[in-house]
């Protein structure tokens, strides 16, 4: 049943590929299940069938108002490739850099990458703040899904992004770590399936930093 509401949200929003998107994330989610038995990448209380709202279908929420075609992606704090390998999928013109610390979940996530047959889909391995200065201004968009932004982020984010890039946070009840930004707009974003979920969007020209 969950698969069938994940399939509802891509017929609506890429109606030309929905039939190769779905055998692709078919894919995903038997090598993201079977990964994950072997080393903890997401919480392994999330039933299977959940994986297609509660990690794909959140994943792509920002898709109702942004496009992510054509740009520098960095997943901070990746874990299981989320929502990093899901926006590379939707949108396979875009360039996706995954980030994480752990090397033995990077190490994982090269295999998924090559199993899924992404081109332009990267990993690196580092803490954002040790990240090397080759990325400042590099990147139009970075995604977090699951990492409370500290004060210490703060600069940092902003200058990986290019001079009109944004920030989008993926956020439930508590927003109290977005208060390192001065500006922010948010997206309600709530669907029956996931519960109350709000994507916040920080735009670095708007932020005084």
């Known amino acids: 049943m969950n698969r069938e509401k994940f399939k509802r949200f891509i017929i609506k929003h890429y109606p030309q590929n929905q039939q190769n998107l779905l055998r692709q994330f078919d894919k995903y989610l038997e090598i993201l299940w079977e990964t994950n038995q072997q080393i903890n990448l997401i919480s392994r209380q999330t039933a299977k069938e959940d994986y297609w709202t509660l990690h794909f279908l959140d994943s792509l929420l920002p898709a109702e108002f942004y496009n992510f075609s054509n740009l520098k992606i960095l997943d901070f704090g990746t874990g299981g490739g989320l929502p990093g390998i899901p926006l590379k999928i939707a949108f396979p013109s875009s360039s996706v850099y995954l980030l994480d610390s752990i090397h033995k979940k990077i190490t994982a996530l090269e295999n998924i990458i090559k199993v899924l047959d992404l081109p332009e889909c990267f990993t690196i391995v580092s803490r954002l703040e040790d990240m090397e ?29 290019t001079k009109d890039g944004r920030i989008l946070l993926y956020k439930s009840k508590l927003l109290d770590d977005v208060e390192v930004f001065d500006r922010v707009k948010i997206h309600q974003m709530n669907f029956p399936e996931i519960g109350e979920r709000k994507i916040v969007e920080i735009r670095k020209r708007e932020i005084n930093w």
Do not use: A, T
């Open 133 to 161: 200065e080759k990325w400042n201004g590099f990147f139009d968009v970075i995604v977090c899904r699951s990492v409370k932004i500290l004060p210490k982020y703060k600069k940092k984010l902003l200058s990986l992004l």
